[in-house]
């Protein structure tokens, strides 16, 4: 269902990502869709952390790599940019965010969402520098966001390497350097 459901986001966007539609192409109706989803709200959530755990996995091994930390944390901005204009990954974020303001399962999962991507990035940001690394993280990460939405929207003359040449900015100086 999910990877329908993907699939629907990917080709049609986030109007057309209903449950009827879904219900359609699964050959199925939406109220069977709504009793396993609950709302459109839990589609979305769904979709988020299915997205999401596939990246985890991901990052689990840049963390883990022989890499540099400065390279690991390039590695972790790499999946956590989207991967090109309309990316569904990000699509749904941003569907997400003015939504969390009014369902708290969406406003939960977007903070432990949001922490699991803080917390990597200050595990390697700690590797660094001896200095207290939670606010230069949430830095970090306010930018990424920030720059995945105009990557997202296709901003001219952004790349990721452009991205990655604005958030290494932000990196400590590396102990004993």
Do not use: I
Request: net charge negative; hydrophobic share 45%; glycine share 6%.
């Amino acid at each position: 269902m999910l990877e329908e459901a993907w699939e629907l986001l990917a080709q049609k966007g986030l109007a057309d990502l209903t449950l009827s539609e879904l219900g359609r192409r699964l050959g199925t109706n939406a109220s069977h869709l709504s009793y396993y989803f609950g709302s459109k709200n839990g589609l979305l959530l769904d979709l988020l952390r299915w997205s999401e755990d596939e990246l985890s996995e991901q990052l689990a091994g840049v963390l883990a790599s022989d890499a540099s930390a400065e390279e690991r944390v390039r590695g972790l901005c790499e999946l956590f940019l989207p991967r090109a204009a309309g990316d569904p990954r990000w699509l749904l974020w941003v569907e997400l965010w003015p939504r969390v303001l009014r369902d708290p399962a969406l406003r939960e999962a977007q903070r432990e969402l949001d922490a699991a991507w803080r917390s990597a990035l200050a595990t390697l940001l700690a590797e660094m520098t001896d200095e207290d690394v939670d606010p230069t993280a949430r830095r970090m990460l306010a930018l990424l966001d920030g720059l995945s939405v105009a990557l997202l929207t296709g901003e001219p003359g952004l790349s990721k390497e452009a991205a990655w040449e604005h958030v290494r900015t932000l990196l400590p100086t590396q102990r004993g350097v």
